[in-house]
Nanobody
Framework: QVQLVESGGGLVQPGGSLKLSCVAS????????MNWYRQAPGKERELVAA????????NYADSVKGRFAISRDNAKNTVYLQMNTLKPEDTAMYYC?????????WGQGTQVTVSS
């Protein structure tokens, strides 16, 4: 079955960095675009970053452009989100997401808290 397992979240001070990982299984990872979403308390889930299956083209939410970088390692079935210059407003649960022929699949999420 499809599984997405995120890790790497935690508590970090403003201006700090974190790198999230999402290990995928149960599908042909290299053939599908991968996405990172986040959801803060009381807010809707929003797309943070996406990376194509081929060519590695990326897209980012305006709020994270220049600070976050998404990447993938197809040999490890893993997608990453490098987050730099973190701000308190980046505090949220971060989710990995993939849309397959059978539908959309979410990971369980990893919490990122930016606070001094």
């Amino acid at each position: 079955q499809v599984q997405l397992v995120e890790s790497g979240g935690g508590l970090v001070q403003p201006g700090g960095s974190l790198k999230l990982s999402c290990v995928a299984s149960g599908f042909a990872f290299r053939n599908f675009a991968m996405n990172w979403y986040r959801q803060a308390p009381g807010k809707e889930r929003e797309l943070v970053a996406a990376i194509a299956s081929v060519g590695g083209s990326t897209n980012y939410a305006d709020s994270v452009k220049g600070r976050f970088a998404i990447s993938r390692d197809n040999a490890k079935n893993t997608v990453y989100l490098q987050m730099n210059t973190l701000k308190p407003e980046d505090t949220a649960m971060y989710y990995c997401f993939v849309h397959l022929w059978t539908g959309g699949y979410w990971g369980q999420g990893t919490q990122v808290t930016v606070s001094s």
